[in-house]
Structures are given as structure tokens and as C-alpha cells.
């Protein structure tokens, strides 16, 4: 496995397996902490393991947390996403930076995005599994939502967008959200 920083987005990795593949299939190792560990992270900081599935055109986000933020390690275990970040770090060197990538079960790359950064997806196969590696437990109360749609943020979205929640349609402008989280 390696790890390879992300230019657009300061803080974020790219942890690339190598996956050992034969005629049954494949095995790869999807997590390795001392690689994480090399690139200055604390792989005992994760403390919450999640899942979403997704049906195609389905659009998750753009979401982050307030206060102290949260970090995460995003892998798509199954199918195939259109990854977005989204650094609203104001003391970062790459604030208001977008990165977009595309993550699938082909290459079980993850993405690691630092604290302060918003992230959403949109699932490109008939399903997407994506797993989560969260560093706090969640707490409701500091969700933000950024509409998917902004033009400030000019998403290049890759699909007509078939279903989205209420929390993700209704949410507010970029400077309406970064407005809502300063507070």
C-alpha cells in the first residue's frame, strides 16, 4: 500500500493497495496503520466504522461538521463513486480548493479528508457501497450541508441526479453554510 498526497487539498492522502489477484478473485488490504502512521496520522484516532449503499445517480452531500470538524478515510468497497472535497479550512493553503475523484472497487484506493473539509459523492454504478473510517462519534447538533448545486462551487456532477435526502436538496448556499457554521 501506499500513501500519495492530494496537491489540491492539503492534508488529504490517497492510500493505493495493491490488490493480489487470481482466477477466485482478489484480496487486498484495505487498511494499514503503518502507512498511515508514515503520512503523520493517528490510525487509533478512528473511532467509528460506517456504511451507505447507493443506487445510481444517487448524490450524498456535501457534508461537514462544525466545531472541531471530522476526519475521515472513504473507500468505496463496491461499484463506483464521483468523490468530492471541498476545503473550507480558512487557515489552510488550499481553502476553498475542490478535488474530485473517482473511487471504485477496481482499485479499493482510499481517500483520507481532514477536518474542515466538506465532502459529498455521487454513485456512478446501479449500487455503491462506500465505507467510512470516522475519527468522532457523531453528533447530529454539528451536521452542515452545502448545496450539491452551488455555483461558486461549480461541481462537474457526472450524472442527472436521481434521488438525493431532504437535509442534502434543502441545504443552503455555500455562504449561507460557512455563515451557519461561523456561529
Given at each position: 500500500?501506499?500513501a500519495?498526497?492530494v496537491p489540491?487539498i492539503?492534508?488529504?492522502y ?5 490488490p493480489?489477484?487470481?482466477e ?7 487498511f494499514?496503520?503503518?502507512v498511515?502512521?508514515?503520512?503523520g496520522?493517528?490510525?487509533d484516532a478512528f473511532v ?10 444517487v ?13 475521515k ?15 473550507l ?8 480548493n475542490r478535488?474530485?475523484f473517482e ?9 483520507y479528508i481532514p ?5 459529498g459523492f455521487?454513485a456512478?454504478?446501479?449500487t455503491?457501497d ?25 461541481i462537474?456532477?457526472?450524472?442527472p441526479v436521481?434521488?438525493m435526502s431532504p ?7 455555500l455562504?449561507e453554510a460557512?455563515?451557519h457554521?461561523?456561529?
Amino acid at each position: 500500500m501506499k500513501a500519495t498526497e492530494v496537491p489540491a487539498i492539503a492534508g488529504a492522502y490517497l492510500f493505493e493497495p495493491t490488490p493480489y489477484a487470481d482466477e477466485r478473485g482478489f484480496f487486498s488490504r484495505t487498511f494499514d496503520a503503518d502507512v498511515v502512521r508514515s503520512v503523520g496520522l493517528d490510525p487509533d484516532a478512528f473511532v467509528q466504522d460506517s456504511l451507505s449503499r447507493s443506487v445510481g445517480g444517487v448524490l450524498r452531500g456535501l457534508h461537514l461538521r462544525s466545531g472541531a470538524g471530522e476526519a475521515k478515510l472513504v473507500r468505496c468497497s463496491y461499484g463506483r463513486i464521483f468523490d468530492v472535497v471541498v476545503d473550507l479550512r480558512t487557515d489552510s493553503p488550499t481553502y476553498r480548493n475542490r478535488a474530485f475523484f473517482e473511487l471504485s472497487d477496481e482499485t479499493q484506493t482510499t481517500l483520507y479528508i481532514p477536518a474542515g473539509c466538506a465532502h459529498g459523492f455521487q454513485a456512478l454504478t446501479g449500487t455503491a457501497d462506500v465505507s467510512y473510517r470516522i475519527d468522532r462519534p457523531h453528533d447530529p447538533a454539528e451536521d452542515v450541508t452545502i448545496a450539491f448545486d452551488d455555483p461558486e462551487l461549480a461541481i462537474p456532477w457526472p450524472l442527472p441526479v436521481t434521488s438525493m435526502s431532504p437535509r442534502d436538496r434543502e441545504a443552503p448556499s455555500l455562504a449561507e453554510a460557512l455563515k451557519h457554521r461561523e456561529n
